[in-house]
């Protein structure tokens, strides 16, 4: 029996335990990736008191920030969640059961897909969802980023200093991203942004050949490639907590208080996974709501 069972191991659940540990409360840390979505990131550059650090190794100090305070993390996911006489009881996908008093939601965000012809299809034939895991097998060859987002604008970088062209394609007239970003894509000769289009098909043999757009461009609405990353967006990741009917916003995102508690006793929420910090979802706001989440969750437990 735990007092608290921290399910997901990226910054905001990662932040929870440092200070649920400070805490004294015992807890453990449940997620089969180590830093997220974020471990998967290029490079972060906004994070204060941390320059240029690459996601896997931003990643890495998080867990072992987590890790000194003798926390442990179980790499593995949760598949069920049951609530009884004011507890918890977790079933886990590598066949553990877990019971606890508390329970804090950080498995943030899973990511979209775009749903057109050729996608399952091609799925590690020339697809991909992740730059940094698959860019190496695309050197000095063409791909596509589809997406506007910071993501994707971090994906293209990465993949201009590997492939020898990027075309960036979103379906919008302005990318989404930040100016800081922009302002790269734009000094980047690689890279070749390609507004107000939609990609619907993706075509190949054996492997991704090329993609099919729904306007024209450069006189041809297909476009010859190796390679196509998928950034096109994400939905929050709680298809195993919909048991808990939890209150949720229009687009699924729980609904948290000031102190991240949601709408079930015993439950907390932080991350890209709540309507929190006005929606801003950064490592920052992540870590934030991991920290508020802990100390209100010790609060409630000494009432208790």
């Known amino acids: 029996m735990y007092d608290l069972t921290i399910i997901g191991a990226g910054p905001a659940g990662l932040a929870a335990s440092i200070y649920a540990s400070r805490y004294g409360i015992t807890h453990i840390v449940i997620g089969s990736l180590l830093g997220g979505q974020i471990s998967e990131t290029h490079l972060i550059d906004n994070y204060p008191g941390i320059e240029d650090v690459t996601g896997v190794d931003f990643s890495q100090k998080l867990g072992h920030h987590a890790e000194k305070y003798g926390v442990e993390i179980l790499p593995t996911l949760v598949r069920k969640i049951e609530k009884e006489n004011n507890e918890f009881n977790l079933d886990l996908v590598n066949g ?20 057109i012809k050729g996608e399952e299809e091609f799925l590690g034939k020339g697809i991909s969802y992740c730059a940094t895991c698959d860019g ?13 987002s910071d993501s994707a604008a971090g994906a293209a970088l990465f993949l201009a200093e590997i492939a020898q062209k990027v075309y960036l394609i979103y379906r919008k007239e302005e990318l989404r991203c930040e100016p800081f970003w922009q302002k790269r894509i734009a000094g980047n000769s690689k890279i070749e942004v390609i507004y107000s289009s939609n990609v619907i098909e993706i075509v ?32 929050p990741n709680i298809d195993f907590a919909k048991d808990l009917s939890l209150e949720v916003d229009e687009k699924s995102y729980i609904k948290i208080k000031s102190d991240c508690s949601t709408s079930l006793e015993g439950v907390w929420a932080a991350g890209d996974i709540t309507d929190g910090s006005d929606k801003f979802r950064q490592v920052i706001t992540a870590a934030a709501e991991g920290a508020i989440a802990a100390r209100s969750i010790f609060n409630y437990l000494k009432q208790r």
Do not use: M
Not at 96 to 115: D, F, M, P
Not at 206 to 231: P, Y
């Open 204 to 235: 190949g043999q054996e492997k991704v050949e090329k993609i099919k757009l729904d306007k024209e461009h450069n006189g041809s609405a297909e476009i010859i490639l190796d390679g196509v990353f998928i950034e096109a967006g994400s939905d």
């Open 96 to 115: 553990e059961k877990v019971k606890t008093k508390t329970i804090l939601l950080a498995t943030g965000t899973k990511r979209k897909k775009l749903n």
């Open 136 to 148: 190496f097998f695309y050197k000095n060859k063409s791909v596509a980023v589809i997406g506007g």
